[in-house]
Every structure is written in C-alpha cells, then in structure tokens.
C-alpha cells in the first residue's frame, strides 16, 4: 500500500563546510527522513562522504538516516555505515556479486534494507528478492550528482514496481530520487512513488526557504 508522502533531503545539495547546521535546519523545516549519498568515485563517477561525516551528523538529527550506498564492492562497508548511525541502508545489485547475502547482511546488523535502481536497470533484478527488502530505491537520474534532469522513463518502472509491492502485501518503501522538483514529485506520487530524495529543491534559497521547498514537494 502506499504510504502518506515523506520527504528525504539530500545533503548532497548542502553547505559542506556546515553540514550538521544543515542537517538541524532541514530536520526543523519538516524533513521526515535525511538521505546520505555514500559515492567512491569508482562505481559513479563523483567522490563524496564516508562512515565518519555519517556518525559526525547523526548527534544533529532523531530522524531517520537514510544511507544510499553508490559503492563498490559494498559488502566491507555494511557494517561501518550501520555502527556510524545509518538507519536504512540501500545498495545497488550492481555493486555486488551476491545481491540476496549483501540484504542479509545489512538486516543481521539490524538495519532496514534497500535496493536501488540505476535508470537502464530493470525493475525484475527485484523478482527473487523484494520480499526481503524494507525500500525499493528508482534512480530517475544517472547516479553521481545533483542537479540532472529527472528520466520520464523511470514513471513506468516505478508503477511497475507498485504493482509488485501491493501484490505482496508488504509494507516496502518506494522512493524516487534524482530530479525532484514540485512538478516531478507529483508525477513520481502518482505513478506509486512514497518517499521522495530531493536535493537542489530542498536547499535552494537557503535556510530561511527549506520549509517552504518541502511544503512544495509535498504538494502543499
Ligand atoms: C544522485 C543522488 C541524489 C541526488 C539528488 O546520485 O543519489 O540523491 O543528490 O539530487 P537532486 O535532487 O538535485 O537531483
Ligand atoms: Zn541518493
């Protein structure tokens, strides 16, 4: 089923140099969930943040740390991100040769697990193991920055993979991320969308606008 909308900033699009600060003003602004883009500049091209800045900012929130792992090999970091403060930890099939062990492994750390969708993945690498998972990930961008275009394609596999979840009866997560705006949003809500990861529309404007962005993104 569905859920209400939630709104997962990424930190990606915030003032490096003040992260915690940014963390507080969004968590206050009304984001329900803080998403953390993990990159190693090897299974994406950019190089971002590791288990270190993840323990550093979880003092600043009680929310929930949504950690989105663009790693590769992903297995030897599980457990560094899940002692750091992570939350849910979402991996991509791609970033491992054992999809079904390394979703075993992030919920024997006694984390919620993801699986996350690059645009040319198919929504079938889900078949045999979506019933294990607490969030299904669509990438509507490539993965590695803010700011790109959302991918339209992206609308039918996340109808697709709704599909799915209903018919399992399950309680997963289906986020969207890369590319939302006010507009994208309600498109990606419609199709079966719950939880969506914006970046540029959540800081723009500064600290003074986040309530406001996120009003937007939910459609207020
Ligand atoms: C891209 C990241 C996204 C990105 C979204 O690899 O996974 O979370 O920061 O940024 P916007 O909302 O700016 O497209
Ligand atoms: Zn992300």
Redesign the pocket.
């Known amino acids: 089923m569905q859920q209400p909308v939630r709104i997962a900033p990424?930190i990606?699009?915030a003032d490096f140099a003040r992260l915690g600060e940014e963390v507080r003003a969004i968590d206050e602004a009304g984001a329900d969930w803080i998403?953390v883009?993990v990159?190693d500049g090897h299974f994406?091209p950019?190089l971002t943040i590791g288990p270190a800045v993840v323990k550093a900012l979880r003092p600043h929130s009680a929310k929930t740390f949504d950690v989105?792992l663009?790693i590769s090999p992903v297995d030897t970091f599980l457990g560094a991100f899940a002692e750091a403060g992570a939350d849910i930890i979402t991996v991509h099939p791609e970033a491992g040769p054992h999809l079904h062990r390394t979703v075993q492994q992030i919920k024997s750390l006694g984390k919620k697990a993801g699986v996350s969708l690059n645009p040319a993945t198919p929504a079938k690498m889900l078949d045999y193991v979506l019933e294990e998972l607490d969030l299904v990930l669509v990438?509507s961008?490539?993965?590695?920055?803010?700011?790109?275009s959302?991918i339209d394609s992206q609308l039918r596999k996340i109808e697709a993979i709704r599909k799915s979840i209903d018919k399992s009866g399950k309680p997963i997560d289906l986020e969207v991320?890369?590319?939302?705006d006010a507009e994208t949003a309600k498109r990606a809500v419609d199709a079966g969308a719950d939880v969506l990861?914006?970046?540029?529309?959540?800081f723009r404007g500064g600290s003074g606008q986040y309530a406001e962005n996120i009003r937007r993104l939910r459609g207020q």
């Open positions: 990424s990606l699009s998403h883009d990159m994406v950019n989105h663009m990438m961008v490539n993965p590695g920055f803010g700011g790109q959302f991320d890369g590319g939302i990861v914006a970046g540029t529309a959540t």
